[in-house]
């Protein structure tokens, strides 16, 4: 039978979708009896015992599936994208889709023990002593607490209208939009507004608003979610705890100010509460802001309601990087359209430079992985190695590509005062080398593509590839937005329990490598690097994916730089044949093919790598 691979494809999405949201089962069962009654397949008897056997031999059931499991058995059609349609038998639908339902019940299955502990967390967030709101960048509200909903019920400054918040002033409702905005595309994560609703004359109805970002949790149009703590002089029943009052060395005064001060009153209005002159509230609030190491009100607030910064610097830092990841500096340049770009610089500060572009997995710092600071130091050379829009602390850009990324390097190298240089792009980051030498041949005096090529369009090539990133590779070229939310269950897990991604992504590394790779040190190095690298979630990650399996925005045929291969023979996410393929494409090529080695071996041949092309 003919069936449009379109329907196909919607149908496979609201699959995951369904397995995701439980509500949108009867859009599912809709979409599939429309599927079944528009290709005349009139008839499941006789094909349940067969079918039976398409899971795989000796997989779980689907209630005890795991989700690396589930993962696993994704199987996203493998016929080519761009036909319209294709031919399958009945045979051939039915074990499609049940296998898709099998990897959807095992997602759904642990979505549910997700759900558990939300609940649990929502039960503790109900016990906090301040009201909260969790909401996008568009005012949508994700999460409220029990506080919060009672706050907005008892007053009529602030309302959840359709599931966003709303406020009846226009002017106050324009304010508080464009702070949440604000601090939505805040990726430092350090900024904070408060705003104040109500009316002077009437203190006790005033409801004070401190937006906080969420660093490192995206929404769907990839900015950080936002934390709105709501306090007001009528519902606030907060009081600045002993632990917080101990650690600052706070007198009763200054702990009564405070109080008054997260309720939302001003320095005129505690004053007349607590009838004492202006002068001497500013005096009390003088030595709060010093006590406490803030400058402004708004940190001093923060601070009250959330605890002390060097607490939360330090909690920080600890999920951020766990443990040593900061051992150099990152730096940052402005680009275009006011993004951050930041960077990582290793080696002799006046050394030869070389840009260092890296993989999908970790950001400027991987470079970490393959050697020291020093070692470059040595060696004579500066590598500067930026982290690409979303990874690390690079501002995202929503409308990201190929050539748009080369307009940032070139904006990067102009702010360092390097005219030319080397370029070094291990997997992904040798596309975008390949882009930046393409838009600007003047800058590039090479480049050295370590296990890199284009999208796989072979069915040869994809059994060649480890499970996990076949997987990503099909979805994402397929069924987009399956693979987006499988993506973001791999990170849920990744936070939880970085060995089993870990786990995956090492299982096909081979000889000296996979030595590597079963060293706990390294190990942990590695998943820094990923932390590092995904910090502020996969937003830009999905993104680069499907960027891959589609056409580049340059045509290698007519690259007018040198390109030199460094590949591995048993590599399982670029085959072989696939770097060789690209190879073809370009007009003036080296190849030097690395044998027993996989993917990663750039982490043992870094320093061999640089000796060899820069001699």
């Known amino acids: 039978m003919l069936i449009s691979n379109e329907k196909l494809h919607d149908l496979i999405e609201n699959i995951y979708e369904a397995a995701v949201d439980p509500e949108k089962w009867p859009v599912l069962v809709t979409a599939v009896a429309n599927l079944l ?37 994704v199987c ?81 400054l602030l309302k959840i209208e359709d599931g966003i918040i709303n406020v009846k002033d226009r002017e106050l409702k324009a304010r508080l ?76 005064k200054e702990v009564e100010v405070a109080c008054l001060l997260i309720r939302g009153f001003s320095v005129k209005e505690l004053a007349n509460e607590m009838h004492v002159t202006e002068h001497t509230a500013r005096s009390h609030l003088k030595s709060l802001l010093s006590k406490t190491k803030t400058q402004r009100q708004t940190e001093l607030v923060r601070i009250l309601l959330t605890g002390p910064r060097p607490i939360i610097e330090q909690a920080q830092q600890v999920a951020l990087y766990r443990g040593s990841i900061q051992n150099q500096e990152v730096k940052q340049v402005t680009v275009k359209d006011g993004r951050t770009l930041s960077y990582s610089e290793y080696g002799k500060p006046m050394g030869k430079p070389i840009l260092y572009l890296h993989s999908i997995l970790g950001g400027g710092k991987e470079l970490e992985l393959m050697a020291t600071s020093d ?9 500067i190695a930026p982290d690409r829009p979303g990874y690390g ?61 284009l999208a796989s369009t072979e069915k040869s090539e994809f ?61 942990k190095e590695f998943c820094n ?27 290698p045929g007519s690259l007018p730089t040198h390109v030199v291969f460094w590949h591995g023979n048993k590599d399982m996410h670029v085959p072989l044949s696939v770097a060789r393929r690209l190879e073809k494409q370009l007009p003036s090529t080296e190849f030097r093919e690395g044998l027993n080695s996989s993917h990663f071996f750039i982490c043992l041949k870094l320093k061999e790598i640089l000796c060899v092309e820069m001699s």
């Open 37 to 73: 009654e528009n290709t005349n397949y009139q008839d499941f008897r006789g094909y349940s015992q067969h079918h039976q056997n398409t899971f795989l031999p000796g997989s779980e059931a689907p209630e005890t599936i795991s989700l690396q499991s589930a993962l696993l058995q």
């Open 76 to 156: 996203p059609l493998s016929s080519d994208s761009e036909e319209a349609s294709g031919q399958y038998s009945q045979t051939e639908l039915d074990a499609i889709l049940l296998r898709h339902f099998k990897s959807a019940l095992g997602i759904a299955q642990k979505l549910n023990v997700r759900e558990s502990y939300r609940a649990i967390m929502t039960s503790v967030l109900d016990q906090l002593p301040v009201g909260l709101l969790i909401l996008n960048s568009k005012g949508s509200v994700l999460e409220s607490n029990f506080l919060a909903k009672k706050m907005l019920e008892n007053q009529g």
């Open 177 to 252: 939009f464009k702070a949440i905005q604000a601090v939505a595309l805040d990726f430092s994560g350090k900024h904070n507004q408060v705003l104040m609703l109500g009316e002077a004359a009437r203190p006790l109805e005033k409801l004070m608003v401190l937006l906080s970002t969420i660093y490192g949790q995206q929404d769907e149009s990839g900015n950080q979610l936002v934390a709105a703590f709501l306090s007001s002089p009528k519902n606030q029943p907060v009081s600045i705890p002993d632990s917080l009052t101990q650690y600052y060395g706070l007198t009763k």
């Open 375 to 383: 070692e470059i130091s040595e060696l004579g050379y500066r590598i």
């Open 393 to 453: 602390r690079s501002s995202v850009d929503k409308n990201g590509s190929l050539s748009a990324f080369a307009e940032d390097l070139n904006v990067l190298l102009e702010h360092l005062k390097i005219t030319q240089l080397p370029v070094l792009g291990f997997s992904m980051g040798a596309l975008y080398g390949g882009s930046f030498a393409n838009a600007y041949p003047n800058r590039v005096q090479k480049l050295i593509a370590v296990s890199a090529g």
């Open 463 to 523: 059994q060649q590839m480890n499970p996990l990133w076949r997987v990503s590779m099909l979805l994402a070229r397929d069924v987009p937005k399956a693979f987006r939310l499988i993506a973001n269950l791999m990170y849920t897990t990744f936070r939880k329990n970085p060995h089993k991604v870990y786990s995956l992504i090492s299982s096909s590394v081979v000889g000296e490598e996979k030595t590597r790779f079963l060293d706990s040190k390294f190990e």
């Open 529 to 555: 690097v990923l932390n590092y690298g995904w910090q502020q979630g996969l937003y830009s990650v999905c993104r680069e994916v499907e960027r891959l399996v589609g056409k580049p925005d340059f045509e």
